[in-house]
């Protein structure tokens, strides 16, 4: 008796001969069910081969144009360390004290330039202790960094207030230490003990201005006018300012605040680097766009930074619609966590954009934040406060084109076409700006070129040379006054 099977309406694969169905059966005889399944097998192979085989060429071109992404950081850096200056007679190591309200675990731009300095500093021969909050979660121990006993701040889960008591008591240890100078870098309880440090140990002081508070109290203290609110915070700044012996800034458009307020004390411009070596490591090779279920056609937008009112992200989800009319995939992929989040996510549904909207909370520094950055068509960014804006640099140092607007600064930052476009204040011309780089891939790729090279003029031991020769003018100034 033949072996028999039932088909019903089953479609043959390409290059399958064709099927002789019995007059009285819908079957077929055993040496023809041999031949459809041979058949069968051979063009599902076929089609299993060619599909390994596309996936195949895109790993390869993936992997293509991540080398050629270290090749050109390579390049910028050869160039980089080529034409960095040089002094004749180099400076001897310091001991410097640091002291700051805010460190890691707690993420924002704080934390990142004093974990940049810090590992600059130390690598050029120099030594720094770092005295900041404990953190009741997430806490990890570093050599060097001193954890203070802290509180909660009211209204403020993610910050601490160290204890001032605390820090004082510290000044006889800290003394047998003979640190060169200190170095605040927060205006709070930082400040304060810094300076009594600093008179007690015959120390200089020395701050950096990290923000403009002007523009971010009235967000968080809503129930007074606004107007107030910045006169108290330029009179606060002004006071302690003209407390210490020098200042630094991030930018140049800080340094043309504080001078503006009536600060008389000297300032320096001296922006945070970039650690490029370290940041750009493909620590992390996952597919960014499968581990998110993102369409593989999706044009990808990035914004990375604290998901907090002062960023202005608003106005990204604002632009985003225009952008979807001529580039309907596009996502607009937030990182970062803050107290906007829950603004920013109603916004979006507001808007009638949240399924185009992705929020990721935190990205982990050593791999899933350069993941998403390379997996980034555009970089955006729209801060109208930002003292210097660090992830616009990340983004090009990693290949990925910025649109961004230029304010406060982010206008030392950026130049137009060196990595990036910079667009104007207004949701019109940011959203032409984006669908022209998503609509032109010459641009993006030249732009992503430039990007790198530019980058690099950023390194992190040419900045923290900088401060040093600050620190060593200061030293030698507090020498002099001490001999007279």
């Given amino acids: 008796m033949p072996f028999r099977v039932a088909i019903s309406g089953h479609k043959s694969p390409h290059n399958m001969p064709p099927l002789r169905r019995h007059s009285n059966h819908n079957t077929l005889d055993e040496s023809e069910f041999a031949a459809f399944s041979k058949a069968r097998s051979q063009a599902l192979s076929q089609a299993l081969s060619q599909a390994l085989t596309h996936l195949a060429k895109g790993n390869a071109l993936a992997q293509h144009r991540e080398a050629e992404r270290e090749t050109r950081l390579a390049s910028a850096l050869t160039r980089f360390h080529s034409t960095a200056p040089t002094t004749a007679m180099p400076l001897k190591g310091m001991k410097v004290l640091m002291i700051s309200d ?65 820090l004082l008591a510290l000044a006889p240890s800290l003394a047998v230490e003979a640190f060169d100078l200190i170095h605040v870098h927060t205006p709070f309880t930082a400040h304060y003990a810094g300076v009594a440090l600093g008179r007690r140990l015959r120390l200089p002081v020395v701050a950096t201005y990290h923000t403009l508070f002007e523009e971010y109290i009235h967000h968080y203290i809503r129930w007074l006018p606004r107007r107030w609110l910045r006169f108290a915070a330029r009179r606060l700044s002004v006071h302690q300012c003209q407390q210490l012996d020098a200042l630094v800034a991030p930018s140049r458009a800080m340094q043309q605040a504080l001078t503006h307020y009536g600060v008389t004390t000297p300032i320096t411009v001296i922006a945070t680097g970039l650690a490029l070596e370290a940041f750009c490591q493909s620590q992390d090779q996952r597919d960014f766009r499968a581990h998110y279920d993102l369409p593989q056609e999706a044009r990808r937008l990035l914004y990375v930074g604290r998901a907090a009112f002062e960023k202005n992200i608003d106005f990204l989800i604002d632009m985003l619609p225009q952008v979807l009319a001529e580039h309907p995939t596009t996502r607009l992929i937030i990182t970062g966590e803050g107290p906007a989040h829950d603004s920013l996510v109603k916004r979006a549904q507001e808007m009638g954009v949240a399924d185009a909207v992705l ?112 620190y060593h003018q200061l030293t030698a100034e507090r020498c002099k006054s001490t001999d007279t």
Avoid at 132 to 143: A, H, M, R, T, W
Avoid at 405 to 410: R, S, Y
Avoid at 437 to 462: F, G, I, K, P
Wanted: aromatic share 8%; with cysteine.
């Fill in 102 to 166: 805010v460190y890691f675990p707690r993420v924002n731009g704080v934390s990142t330039s004093i974990a940049s300095f810090r590992g600059a500093l130390e690598r050029l021969g120099h030594s720094v202790t770092l005295i900041c909050p404990d953190y009741p979660v997430g806490q990890v121990d570093e050599p060097g960094v001193l954890r203070i006993p802290s509180r909660r701040v009211p209204g403020d889960p993610e910050d601490r207030m160290m204890r001032y008591r605390d």
């Fill in 359 to 470: 929020f990721l909370g935190y990205l982990d520094r050593n791999g899933p934040l350069q993941a998403a950055y390379r997996a980034a068509d555009v970089f955006v960014f729209a801060s109208r406060t930002e003292t210097q804006g660090l992830v616009l640099l990340e983004a090009m140092a990693l290949g990925t084109p910025v649109v961004s607007t230029a304010m406060m600064g982010t206008l030392d930052v950026l130049k137009e076409g060196e990595g990036c476009l910079i667009a104007k204040d207004n949701h019109d011309d940011f959203a032409t700006k984006v669908n022209r780089l998503l609509s032109d891939e010459s641009l993006r790729q030249q732009l992503a070129e430039r990007a790198q090279v530019y980058a690099a003029s950023w390194h992190e031991d040419a900045k923290s040379a900088e401060l040093i020769t600050l």
